[in-house]
C-alpha cells in the first residue's frame, strides 16, 4: 500500500460500509507496528467489529494488543463516551444545585446529539490535544460508515458555528459552558485534519460502481473540508483463475467494468488495488496476509466439503407471506454493504407486482434507490429517499408556525437558535422515519433502513425525541406517539435482516436481532445475500470462498430465531426492474445444480 511508504501520523480510514475499511486499517496498522512503531487504532464507528477483526476484546480506552507489543487499540463507545460526558458535564454541579435542577441537566444530556457530541468530544481529544496520543508514533482511525462519518468530521464547523450565533447560553445540549471549553480543541482537530503533512486520508471502495460513487463523493465532500491528502484503496479485486467458469469471469468483468468508469473526482488520486481473499480476514496472522496471493493458488481450507449447508430456501419463498396481512411495514435492516437497498428494492417491486400499492423508502444517508431501481418505475410502486435537509428544513418551518406564532421578537429568536442545532436534523430525520411507518396503515411501506448502528440508534432515540420534540414545540405527533407499538407488531411490521455468508455481517446480525428483541421487536427472517454455495463454481478462488461461508451458514441456522432465505450471487448485477425480479422468482435460471461435484448435506 503506497501510502505507507511516507506514512503520516494520522491515518483516517473512510469509505462505504461493507468495503473493508476495518480490515485495511487493522492490517496497516499491523504493518506498522511490526515495523517497530507504536501504534494506536481507534474505530469511531457506532457499530464497530475491531474486537472480531483483531481477535481481541477492546474497551473505551486504548487497550495492549498480545501478539504485537507496539500495538493498541480501542473502541470509542457512543453510550460509554456519552456517560463520561455527561458526567464531566453535570458532575460538578451535584451538591451544590437543587436535586431537581441537577436531573434537568441529565435529561437535558439524555438526547441522541449528546451520544454524537460525546464521540466526537473524544475523538478531538484523540486528534488535538498532543498529550492524549504523545506516546504513539501514528493513530489510526478506523472510521464509521460514510454518511456518519462527514457528519462526524464537519462537526467542528457546525458546532463552532451554532456556539458563535448562539446568544442564550443553553442549547438541546444543555449549559454552552462545557462546550465553548471544547472549542479550541475542535478548532485544532480541524487543523489538523487539513495538515498534510500529519493527516492521510484513505479512501476505501470496492471495484463496484455504488462504492466507487460513494468514495468520489467523500472526497469533494471531505477536500472542501479541508482534508486532501487522499489515497484510494481499491479492496477485494478479483481476477478470475478459470476461465470457463462464468461467475468467476463475470465477476472479474463486473469490477473491471466498474474501475473503467471510475469517477472523475477520483483518478488524479494515488490508488492502490488489494486482492480479494480467499478466506475472512480475522485474527493478527491474517491481517498479515491481506493483499498477498498464492501463487500456485493451492488454498487449503479448514472446511469440510462433508459439511456443506443444505436446504435454505430462497428469498422468493418469502413473499407470499410478507404480503399476507394486506398492508404494512417491511424492514430491511443490517451491516452497511449487505445488500438491505436491494432487498428493500427486490422485495418492493414483487409485492408491487402482485397489485398491491408500495412506497420504497431510505433512511440511509448513502442511500442508493434509485440506482438499485435503474429509474425504472411500475403503477404501484412509489420511491423517495428521506433526505436530512428537507425535513429539517420543514420541520423548522412547522415548529416556528406552531409554536412561535404567539411569542415576542425574544421568544422567538430563542426558538430559531434552538433550531439551528445541529440535533434537529436528527429531530426531523426520526420524525419522518415515523411518519414513513405511520404510511402502512393502508399499504405497503419497504423501509431500506441505515446501516445497523445508526438504526439502533435511530431506534432507541424514541423517548429522547419525545423529550426534544416537546422541548421545541410542546407537541408529541401521532406517528411519533405509535412507532414503537406499530414496530413491535408483527402483524404490521415485519424486519427483515440482512447478511452476507462472512464472519463480521453475521455477528453484527446477531447483535442486531438481540438489540430488536430487547426492544421487543421480533425479526421477521434474516436474508443471507450474494451466497456462492448453491452454484457450480470452478474457479480455485471463488471455490475457497464457497467453503469458507458454510461456517457462518451454519452459524445463522443455530442462531437465528425465525426464518432464513438466502439470495444467490448473480451473474447480473441486481439493478433495474428485470434484474431485482430475478430475485425473488421460484426458480433460479442458470443455475445447474447437476454439475456442482459437492454434495451438500447438513
Not at 268 to 288: A, E, F, Y
Request: net charge negative; with cysteine.
Amino acid at each position: 500500500m503506497e501510502f505507507l511508504n511516507h506514512p503520516t501520523r494520522n491515518l483516517f480510514f473512510t469509505g462505504k460500509g461493507g468495503v473493508g475499511k476495518t480490515s485495511i486499517a487493522c492490517a496497516t496498522a499491523v504493518r506498522l507496528a511490526d515495523e517497530g512503531k507504536k501504534v494506536l487504532l481507534v474505530s469511531t464507528d457506532p457499530a464497530s467489529n475491531l474486537d472480531e477483526v483483531m481477535g481481541f476484546a477492546l474497551g473505551n480506552h486504548p487497550t495492549a494488543i498480545p501478539a504485537i507489543s507496539t500495538l493498541f487499540a480501542m473502541n470509542l463507545d457512543p453510550e460509554m463516551s456519552a456517560a463520561e460526558y455527561r458526567e464531566r458535564m453535570v458532575g460538578p454541579y451535584r451538591g451544590l444545585l437543587p436535586e431537581a435542577a441537577v436531573k434537568s441537566m441529565e435529561e437535558q444530556f439524555s438526547g441522541s446529539c449528546t451520544l454524537e457530541i460525546a464521540a466526537f468530544d473524544e475523538f478531538s481529544r484523540l486528534l488535538g490535544d498532543p498529550k492524549a496520543t504523545v506516546e504513539f508514533d501514528h493513530v489510526i482511525f478506523d472510521t464509521a460508515p460514510t454518511g456518519h462519518t462527514l457528519r462526524l468530521l464537519s462537526l467542528p464547523s457546525a458546532w463552532d458555528g451554532f456556539m458563535e450565533q448562539n446568544t442564550t447560553g443553553t442549547s438541546c445540549l444543555g449549559p454552552l459552558s462545557g462546550l465553548q471549553d471544547q472549542q479550541k480543541l475542535y478548532q485544532e482537530s480541524v487543523k489538523i485534519l487539513g495538515d498534510s503533512s500529519v493527516t492521510t486520508l484513505v479512501l476505501v471502495a470496492r471495484a463496484e460502481a455504488s462504492a466507487l460513487r460513494e468514495a468520489a463523493r467523500t472526497s469533494d465532500e471531505l477536500a472542501e473540508l479541508g482534508v486532501r491528502n487522499q489515497h484510494l484503496v481499491v479492496n477485494g479485486v478479483f481476477q478470475a483463475i478459470d476461465a470457463e467458469d462464468p461467475y468467476a469471469v463475470a465477476l472479474e468483468q463486473r469490477g473491471s467494468a466498474a474501475m473503467a468508469a471510475i469517477p472523475e473526482g477520483l483518478k488524479n488520486i494515488p490508488q492502490t488495488m488489494v486482492p480479494l481473499s480467499p478466506d475472512g480476514i480475522l485474527g493478527v496472522d491474517s491481517l498479515r496476509r491481506l493483499g498477498q496471493v498464492d501463487s500456485d493458488l493451492a488454498y487449503v481450507s479448514s472446511e469440510k466439503s462433508t459439511e456443506r449447508v443444505e436446504g435454505l430456501p430462497l428469498l422468493s419463498e418469502l413473499i407470499d407471506d410478507l404480503v399476507a396481512p394486506g398492508h404494512g411495514v417491511i424492514l430491511a435492516m443490517g451491516k452497511g454493504g449487505v445488500g438491505k437497498t436491494t432487498v428493500a428494492a427486490a422485495a418492493a417491486v414483487a409485492i408491487a407486482e402482485r397489485g398491491y400499492e408500495v412506497h420504497l423508502s431510505t433512511t440511509d444517508p448513502a442511500a442508493h434507490i434509485a440506482a438499485a431501481m435503474n429509474n425504472e418505475s411500475l403503477p404501484t410502486l412509489s420511491v423517495s429517499r428521506i433526505d436530512p435537509e428537507v425535513e429539517t428544513a420543514k420541520y423548522a418551518a412547522e415548529v416556528l408556525e406552531r409554536a412561535g406564532k404567539n411569542l415576542d421578537r425574544q421568544g422567538r429568536a430563542l426558538l430559531e437558535e434552538d433550531l439551528r442545532s445541529p440535533c434537529t436534523e436528527e429531530i426531523a430525520v426520526f420524525r419522518a422515519f415515523a411518519d414513513a411507518v405511520a404510511a402502512g396503515t393502508n399499504k405497503f411501506v419497504v423501509i431500506d433502513t441505515a446501516p445497523t448502528g445508526h438504526t439502533v440508534l435511530l431506534l432507541d432515540s424514541a423517548l429522547a425525541y419525545h423529550r426534544e420534540v416537546t422541548r421545541q414545540s410542546s407537541e408529541l405527533p401521532d406517528a411519533v406517539a405509535n412507532l414503537l407499538p406499530r414496530l413491535r407488531d408483527p402483524d404490521f411490521t415485519r424486519v427483515l435482516i440482512v447478511t452476507l455468508p462472512e464472519a463480521t455481517p453475521v455477528h453484527e446480525a446477531a447483535a442486531l436481532q438481540r438489540d430488536l428483541q430487547r426492544a421487543e421487536i421480533e425479526p421477521y427472517a434474516w436474508v443471507v445475500n450474494q451466497v456462492l454455495s448453491p452454484l457450480p463454481v470452478t474457479d480455485p478462488l471463488l471455490k475457497q470462498r464457497q467453503l469458507h461461508e458454510q461456517k457462518y451458514l451454519r452459524e445463522i441456522k443455530a442462531i437465528q430465531a425465525c426464518r432464513v432465505a438466502i439470495i444467490p450471487w448473480q451473474i447480473d448485477p441486481p439493478i433495474g426492474l428485470n434484474e431485482l425480479r430475478k430475485l425473488t422468482h421460484h426458480r433460479l435460471q442458470h443455475l445447474n445444480h447437476e454439475t456442482d461435484q459437492h454434495s451438500f448435506t447438513n
